[in-house]
């Protein structure tokens, strides 16, 4: 006996750990569905992959959507370092609610309290390349007050080949 069902591991486990042995064969974030193969004694999980689309650059081989981290770079003024976090925090609020990011952590540099890295990971780099358009245009925020120049932002995406 063969049943054939779409699987969402978040909708059948929540933000539970899965049990031991249950494992998805590619990231939560997929553009393809995944499907699971119950027989009577074990269940199989294979990924659904149509080869006759093309790959995005946000995708990778099994169709999973590769994460991006972008690294901000910043230096806040040293009569601005009381409000920095208040500031910082207020603008993260957004950021971390924006679709498509996984998370934002804040980095202080344990020589220079002034120096800070924001730490922002993305679903894929069209979603990061969506809240920078979003923060250039009606999204500005108060961050550009406190900052003593200009900060430096550098993408990553996960090697997958080495």
Request: aromatic content about 10%; proline content about 7%.
């Amino acid at each position: 006996m063969l049943s054939l069902s779409a699987v969402s591991p978040s909708r059948r486990y929540g933000d539970q750990a899965q049990p031991r042995g249950r494992r998805n064969c590619i990231p939560r974030h997929t553009a393809f569905p995944m499907l699971e193969y119950t027989t009577f004694f074990w269940s199989v999980k294979v990924c659904q992959i149509d080869y006759a689309q093309p790959i995005s650059r946000d995708l990778n081989l099994f169709g999973a959507l590769v994460p991006i981290t972008a690294f901000l770079d910043i230096h806040v003024k040293p009569e601005s370092l009381a409000e920095a976090p208040d500031v910082i925090h207020d603008t993260l609020l957004a950021t971390r609610a924006f679709d498509g990011c996984l998370g934002v952590d804040v980095l202080v540099d344990t020589e220079d309290p002034t120096h800070f890295v924001l730490v922002e990971k993305w679903i894929s780099l069209d979603h990061d390349t969506a809240y920078r358009t979003y923060r250039a245009g009606p999204g500005k925020s108060s961050l550009g007050t406190i900052l003593s120049g200009t900060p430096v932002l550098t993408k990553f995406e996960i090697a997958t080949d080495i």
